[in-house]
């Protein structure tokens, strides 16, 4: 974060034809146990406000595909499956709130990473059999109707809340960007996400091809 040159989070994705058995996805030496946490897609309670009975891969089905509905150890059954592994490093520098902090910080990436795999099963009728063609579309779409959205909403903004950005004649700016630390990172998750071959997410227009 360039605003806050002490917190660095990094997020490393590798995909595997497995169930998450692979200890050695990140390096020739296995993950330390302590550092995995295992999360199960169908089973894992989701935080409140994420929750939507339509959305539970327990008593989901796919039209398209006829996948599902994802019963108790169907990682351990199911075929074919993938698993994306997830190693994630943050840093906090701040004495005294370090710890916490980065606690913090798993804990929540990882609710992110339950719902969002979550979803990526549950609206596979949505995406399934989509081009990449079709997918960098959606994007533009998408990205043109958030564009619309925001400025709609700078301009009805109240013009006193306005004025508070308005510092020397000139309003503040805030770069977005991300760097990181390439040395030793401690803390990784090993999450599986899912029984579908690899496909495009349409609504993560943030992936990569």
Request: with cysteine; proline share 6%; charged share 30%.
């Amino acid at each position: 974060c360039s605003f806050l040159p002490k917190f660095q989070i990094r997020i490393e994705t590798k995909f595997e034809n497995n169930n998450g058995c692979n200890t050695r996805v990140f390096g020739e030496k296995p993950t330390p146990e302590d550092d995995v946490c295992f999360i199960d897609i169908a089973t894992d309670e989701l935080p409140e406000g994420y929750y939507k009975k339509s959305e539970d891969l327990r008593t989901f089905h796919s039209q398209k595909t006829g996948r599902g509905p994802l019963l108790q150890d169907w990682h351990k059954t199911t075929k074919p499956i993938m698993c994306s592994y997830k190693l994630v490093a943050a840093k906090f520098e701040v004495y005294g709130f370090q710890s916490r902090v980065e606690s913090f910080i798993h804990k929540n990436i990882k609710d992110i990473l339950l719902a969002g795999h979550r979803h990526a099963v549950a609206w596979m009728d949505e995406w399934y059999g989509m081009s990449l063609e079709d997918v960098r579309k959606f994007e533009k779409k998408i990205q043109e109707e958030t564009n619309c959205k925001v400025n709609s909403q700078k301009k009805n903004a109240d013009p006193r809340s306005e004025n508070l950005l308005n510092i020397g004649g000139g309003k503040h700016s805030i770069n977005r960007s991300t760097s990181w630390n390439n040395g030793t990172e401690a803390c990784s998750y090993a999450s599986t996400n899912g029984t579908a071959e690899p496909k495009p997410r349409p609504r993560l227009p943030s992936a990569p091809e």
